[in-house]
Every structure is written in C-alpha cells, then in structure tokens.
C-alpha cells in the first residue's frame, strides 16, 4: 500500500511562486507514473501535470504550460511540482497521484491560495 503525503502549499502573493513536494511511502516509486491534480472551491478536478516512471515524459495542462514544472527524485521517492508567476485562479487544493501496477493512489492535499 503506497502512502502519498503532500506538502509545500501556502498562502502567496500573485506572481509568487511555491513548490509543493508529494512524499511516497510503502511501495517501489519507480514503477509509479506521477500526476498533480487541483481542486478549486465549487469546480471539479482538474488535471495539471504527469511525470513519467523514469521522469522523461510529462505533460501540462495549457493553463500551467510555462508556470509550473514538474519532477522527480526516484532515490527520495518524491514528486515535485514548481509553481512560478501565480495567478489567483491557480488556488485550490493541490493532489498527488501515483498509477502503475494496476493501482491508484492519492494524497489527502496542499492547500495553495494566491491573493490579488
């Protein structure tokens, strides 16, 4: 059973950036494909970034391509996701999301709220 923790989330100024961190434990992180999900108040998740097993593919949703980078240390098991020049409707609840081996993991969530 893997375990997802997410962290890094916070209050930031537009234009700010964070760099939120999801931890894995309890499974082999390197067979895992990683995603960011984000939930904002009254929507529904939305997709927002994938990494690769190896980390050599991923994909962006439009509204983050050039803003937000996503990445991956396999030695920590962790997935990092950078987030430059925050708009305000980039605030939501930020998930992290592990596939592979038939499973489908998620974290509880990272708060990211971005002031006008």
């Known amino acids: 059973q893997v375990q997802l923790a997410e962290s890094g989330g916070g209050l930031v100024q537009t234009g700010g950036s964070l760099r939120l961190s999801c931890a894995a434990s309890g499974g082999s992180f390197s067979t895992y494909d990683m995603n960011w999900f984000r939930r904002a108040p009254g929507k529904e998740r939305q997709f927002v970034a994938a990494?690769?097993?190896?980390?050599?593919?991923?994909n962006y949703a439009a509204f983050v391509k050039g803003r937000f980078t996503i990445s991956r240390d396999n030695a920590l098991n962790t997935v990092y996701l950078q987030m430059n020049s925050l708009k305000p409707d980039d605030t939501a609840v930020y998930y992290c999301?592990?596939?592979?081996?038939?499973?489908?993991?998620w974290g509880l969530g990272t708060q990211v709220t971005v002031s006008s």
């Open positions: 990494i690769s097993r190896s980390g050599d593919i991923r």
């Open positions: 999301n592990g596939v592979g081996l038939g499973n489908n993991y």
